[in-house]
């Protein structure tokens, strides 16, 4: 608007899908605030987010949804009202109490305390401290599981994530853990070059300790780069890295919306060539889920789940957990 002439009133029109990977409330606020300027939001995919399209428009008036409403668009905007700041928004954007981070500078060199990745040679791996066997948390009987935690942090899940966090946790709760019963590790990723191994499969095998650390893992906010993150995944179970091939029922756990910029075919193929158990769990908050990219990460619908067939989900984590 730098360029703008000097008097004339100006509309601002802003075609999306209201699915944006940042909050957009104070780039907006600030055109709003721009002498004799409108805002205006066109929704152009389905699904939409519209809460994002209001927070844009700045009022429903302002706000128009799908090709159909493209007459009426113009009809607003031919109107020659004068321009002028927007009427106050009747409701509220979730985006808008969650200032993303904006790209991720959690580079390689990112710490997360103690829930980073300290490879196989960590010394408070499975043997801990002086050669030592950490205690095994739960019962007496075996429940020979490698589960591998991935765990989406972009920008599309910031109302997701803490869920995300949750549901894991809570399967570690059902779990005998320790270096001859369950281990748990955990990837975290957003962006491109965004996914890291959080904590691998010797790094923790008391059950609180689990649970502490993925309670510590941060967001990052940014793209989504999942395909990536699946390759890294498969990388996870090599024996190099703690797992246990062979021996272990090797288990994925992939908490996603589906929205990737990245088609992660390639990445699950890697996973169920190896007949590793992929599940896919989609988190249905103020958007929706994409369920066709959940299914490709999965390798079967009947493995793929959301918050509406949460129960479902608790039902085969029974299953996949009856001997612990």
């Known amino acids: 608007l730098a360029q703008r002439r000097a008097g004339v009133a100006v509309d601002v029109i802003v075609v999306t899908d209201g699915f944006s990977f940042d909050s957009v409330k104070e780039g907006i606020e600030e055109i709003r ?3 004799n300027v409108r805002t205006f939001a066109a929704g152009v995919a389905d699904p939409l987010g519209e809460q994002e399209l209001l927070t844009l428009a700045g009022s429903e ?11 009426e668009l113009v009809k607003k905007l031919t109107e020659c009202s004068g321009g002028g700041p927007n009427p106050p928004t009747s409701s509220g954007n979730g985006n808008d109490t969650h200032t993303q981070p904006g790209p991720d500078t959690n580079g390689p060199s990112d710490t997360n305390g103690p829930n980073d990745s300290n490879g196989p040679n960590d010394p408070n791996g499975s043997n801990g401290p002086n050669g030592t066997q950490p205690t095994t948390s739960g019962g007496a ?3 020979v599981l490698d589960i591998l935690f991935v765990i989406d942090a972009s920008g599309s899940v910031t109302q997701r994530f803490d869920k995300e966090l949750e549901l894991a946790s809570q399967l570690v ?8 019963n369950a281990k748990v590790a955990l990837i975290r990723f957003a962006g491109k070059g965004k996914e890291k191994t959080i904590f691998g499969f010797n790094k923790h095998t008391d059950k609180e300790e689990i649970k502490k650390a993925i309670s510590e893992v941060n967001f990052l906010g940014g793209t989504t780069a999942t395909n990536e993150a699946l390759i890294l995944a498969d990388a996870e179970f090599e024996e190099s890295r703690g797992a246990r091939p062979g021996v272990a029922e090797p288990i994925v756990i992939v908490f996603t919306d589906g929205y990737s910029q990245q088609d992660p075919q390639p990445g699950a193929t890697k996973l169920h060539d190896k007949k590793i158990s992929v599940y896919a769990v989609g988190i249905i908050e103020q958007y929706p889920v994409n369920l066709a990219e959940l299914e490709v990460i999965a390798g079967d619908k009947v493995r793929v ?8 989900f608790q039902a085969e984590l029974d299953r996949l957990t009856s001997s612990c």
């Open 305 to 312: 789940f959301t918050e509406k067939t949460i129960n479902d």
């Open 173 to 180: 709760d059902r779990l005998t853990t320790g270096p001859d």
């Open 33 to 35: 605030n721009g002498e």
């Open 141 to 143: 009987g075996k429940c």
């Open 61 to 71: 008036d302002h706000m128009f949804k799908g090709a159909e409403s493209a007459s």
